[in-house]
């Protein structure tokens, strides 16, 4: 007997294993449907709902950690731009109108650099209708009529708000910049309207 040869130009068939239902009213064979229970979507939703518990707080913590870093480096770039401007002026920082808006375009290109991150986040999200602050506006507070010979540990501008998870960001006159809590602020700001407010804390 000759051994039976393989057709390779016919492509080989799939089969699959049905499963019927017996209908007992007519005897009739209906094939049964092998899709998802409600008892198991209801599984996989509360499992996703679980994970997403789990991993929204770190997103939301990474997300107001980056902006405060970014924070953090726009207040060194207007230090350097206050060391630009006092070089020009005699050592004499901006005075209080226009205040820091006269870095603007000669020192600092873009007017980003005075709006927190925070806040530029909360208008793509929300839309310019509901702006927290109008535009144009400075989101740092400053302190006018310093000279670049001051107290390196005065405090030059600074989160006007705690925008920062309960925490804001100070720049100092050496340049340094650093987070301090809510109730700092709030002493930076009373000692602001006093007229002068005085170490970074």
């Not at 910049?177 to 109730?183: E, G, S």
Request: aromatic fraction near 8%; charged fraction near 20%.
């Amino acid at each position: 007997m000759k051994p039976r040869q393989r057709n390779w130009g016919q492509a080989p068939i799939f089969t699959m294993k049905t499963k019927y239902r017996l209908h007992s009213e007519n005897g009739c064979l209906s094939p049964i449907s092998s899709g998802f229970t409600y008892t198991e979507l209801l599984c996989v939703m509360a499992i996703i709902a679980v994970v997403w518990a789990l991993l929204l707080p770190a997103c939301v913590r990474a997300r107001n950690r980056a902006h405060e870093t970014r924070c953090l480096e726009q207040l060194r770039s207007v230090s350097f731009a206050l060391r630009m401007y006092s070089q020009d002026y005699h050592g004499q920082f901006p005075p209080e109108f226009p205040g820091l808006r006269a870095l603007t375009p000669r020192y600092l290109h873009d007017d980003d650099v005075y709006r927190c991150p925070t806040t530029r986040d909360w208008e793509l999200r929300w839309g310019p209708a509901l702006k927290p602050e109008p535009p144009g506006s400075v989101d740092y507070a400053y302190h006018p009529g310093l000279a670049i010979d001051d107290r390196p540990q005065e405090a030059v501008a600074w989160d006007s708000a705690p925008r920062h998870h309960d925490r804001g960001n100070v720049l100092t006159l050496s340049g340094a910049v650093k987070p301090v809590r809510a109730a700092a602020l709030a002493d930076l700001n009373r000692s602001a309207t006093a007229g002068r407010p005085g170490d970074a804390p």
